[in-house]
């Protein structure tokens, strides 16, 4: 009787506690915190954004295997977990402006991860829709030195432009398509060569794609630093 009544409670605590929480895994347009906000035929643009203190459901992760450009517009503490480790790991503090590129078409990374920080994690993500480079040429714009290259990858070229107010930067063409992703917002003015001149008003964490045999001079009309991130495509 007592083994009976022994065997008879631990089958009631396995049915109180129910079964074990089944793990989700997602790819990545689907996780939570991963917003779409663009697509085309090149790219999914995503928009990433954990506020303080958030983290992702224990069970639920999310894989990356498209080759992917990423921006950091605004700086946070980031713990992350594989898929199969046992715990999120160490914080790592990500920098305002950090400019990454990962291919993940060569080795998929599934995870998820914990904002730990007193700032949001928002990170601007372009992942590669086209397996493969070849289509197009990027411009160097090296003869430009505003613009300061970030990334040669096999897939995108990527430059950093900084403009203080009152500061310009002498005429570029795009030769590929590609993306401008804002940092530091403000105002800016574009020339072109036939003279005509258009404003922008440019916000943090705002993107614009752009078509390529544009040519294009910016200069900083407002009173606060600018810092814009563009690629184009291979």
């Known amino acids: 009787m007592r083994l009976l009544l022994t065997a008879s409670l631990m089958a009631c605590a396995v049915t109180l506690a129910g079964p074990a929480a089944a793990e989700t895994v997602l790819p990545v347009e689907k996780a939570p915190y991963h917003r779409p906000v663009f697509r085309n035929d090149f790219v999914l643009l995503l928009s990433v954004y954990l506020p303080p203190g958030a983290t992702y459901n224990p069970e639920v992760y999310h894989t990356h295997s498209l080759d992917q450009v990423s921006v950091l517009v605004e700086a946070a503490d980031m713990r992350n977990q594989a898929h199969g480790a046992p715990e999120l790991g160490p914080a790592r503090r990500g920098e305002r402006g950090n400019v990454g590129y990962t291919e993940f078409s060569k080795k998929a990374q599934t995870h998820r991860g914990q904002n730990v920080g007193p700032t949001a994690f928002h990170n601007v993500v372009a992942a590669l829709l086209q397996p493969q480079s070849g289509r197009f040429t990027p411009g160097s714009r090296a003869n430009v030195a505003a613009y300061q290259q970030v990334v040669d990858s096999p897939r995108v070229r990527a430059w950093r432009l900084k403009l203080d107010p009152g500061q310009s930067a002498a005429a570029i063409t795009q030769s590929a398509p590609g993306m401008r992703i804002v940092v ?3 105002i800016i003015s574009e ?18 794609w752009q078509e390529p045999g544009a040519t294009r001079a910016v200069k900083n009309t407002g009173t606060t630093p600018i810092t814009i991130v563009e690629f184009e495509l291979k």
Do not use: K, S
């Not at 005509?196 to 964490?205: A, C, H, P």
């Open 191 to 208: 020339t072109a060569p036939d003279g005509f001149e258009r404003g922008w008003g440019l916000r943090m964490g705002e993107f614009f």
């Open 184 to 186: 530091d917002g403000g």
